[in-house]
């Protein structure tokens, strides 16, 4: 099998390491007929290892698509920055301060110009 190097956080690396001496010590039970297989071990650490992996991929890629400007160009259209601040978020994966960006597209000024206001 092909190797792949991922530079990843402690803990991620952590999770990783338990993973792979799971499934060796699992490996290694089965084929001495030593111990009861314990599959459902061996399972729990490959899902957090998996996990804690997709979560950082997934923050390495909107951290890349993090832009601190005044316009942004979503779907062929620009969109003015509204706000960015830090808050506090809760989702399925993890709960912590996250960056929001709000922006305002091209629609919500046509609009405010219609009605005789600014946007």
């Known amino acids: 099998m092909p190797k792949v190097i991922l ?21 290694a039970a089965a084929r001495e007929g030593a111990a009861e297989l314990d599959v459902d071990s061996a399972l729990v650490a490959v899902d957090e290892a998996v996990d804690a992996t997709a979560l950082e991929m997934k923050r390495r890629v909107l951290q890349g698509l993090d832009t601190d400007a005044p316009r942004l ?26 960056v929001q960006v709000l922006v305002r597209g091209p629609h919500v000024a046509a609009r405010a110009n219609a009605a005789g206001r600014t946007a």
């Open 7 to 27: 530079d990843v956080p402690e803990e991620v690396a952590e999770k990783l390491r338990s993973m792979e001496a799971k499934l060796k010590a699992m490996v």
């Open 73 to 98: 160009l979503i779907d062929g259209e620009l969109h003015a920055r509204v706000g960015r601040y830090t808050a506090t978020y809760k989702t399925r994966q993890c709960a912590g301060a996250q």
